[in-house]
């Protein structure tokens, strides 16, 4: 069964910092773009970032370009997200998503998603 | 900024047909977006239904079908049934691996 589990998430003050986790099992990790998505609560979805399969890429939306960093450790099946100065807006559920496609991320879609790790920027 | 727009809500009978849209700010969508499709109801991780415009996601059931009508990328539920009452957003690939989602659309079923 392909799995993904969020974990990091906490109460961090305004411009602070933190990493978000996750682990995935049930499918052959390095064969596929991992993404990030995070969604406020009552709200829509934004798609945050991505990593290619062999850590290429990345790509950030432009909400946190120069603030996040997406990185992967195919030996332990688990991507990251690296956050650096924190804002209120970036308050929201952050999940992990396996994308659709073998090897490219052009085109690339969300296949399974994780439960999600609440991020709360507060002071 | 590109924006991409769907309807805020919409209702369907059961055993209705209904057709959400997604479209651009600017612009027509095609193919060449890659428009993917995503279920959520309340408290749960949102669901694939459609990417790249037609494929149905492994387990979707066949009244759920994706497809290109005019300049705008569809998501059409044929047969409506009650558990299809939840919120759908669609996907589109900008390209140099950016993707954004349209704002949603809050589906009912009475």
């Known amino acids: 069964e392909v799995q993904l589990v969020e974990s990091g998430g906490m109460v961090v003050q305004p411009g602070g910092s933190l990493r978000l986790s996750c682990a995935a099992s049930g499918f052959t990790f390095d064969d596929y773009t991992m993404h990030w998505v995070r969604q406020v609560p009552g709200k829509g979805l934004e798609w945050v970032a991505l990593?290619?399969?062999?850590?290429?890429?990345?790509s950030y939306a432009d909400s946190v370009k120069g603030r996040f960093t997406v990185s992967r450790d195919n030996s332990k099946n688990t991507v990251y997200l690296e956050m650096i100065s924190v804002r209120s807006e970036d308050t929201a559920l952050y999940y992990c998503?396996?994308?659709?496609?073998?090897?490219?991320?052009?085109?690339?879609?969300?296949?399974?998603w994780g439960q999600g790790t609440m991020v709360s920027v507060s002071s | 900024q590109t924006v991409v727009t769907q309807e805020p809500s919409f209702s369907v009978s059961p055993g209705g047909t209904v057709t959400l849209t997604c479209a651009l700010s600017s612009g027509s969508v095609s193919s060449s977006y890659y428009p993917s499709w995503y279920q959520q109801t309340p408290g749960q991780a949102p669901r694939t239904l459609i990417y790249n415009t037609d494929e149905r996601s492994s387990g979707v059931p066949g009244r759920f079908s994706g497809s290109i009508l005019g300049n705008k990328a569809a998501l059409t539920i044929t047969g409506a049934q009650a558990d299809d009452e939840s919120d759908y957003y669609c996907v589109l690939y900008m390209g140099s691996g950016i993707s954004v989602f349209g704002g949603g659309t809050k589906l009912t079923v009475l």
């Open positions: 998503v396996k994308g659709v496609l073998i090897g490219s991320f052009h085109g690339d879609a969300f296949d399974i």
């Open positions: 990593i290619s399969w062999d850590g290429g890429g990345p």
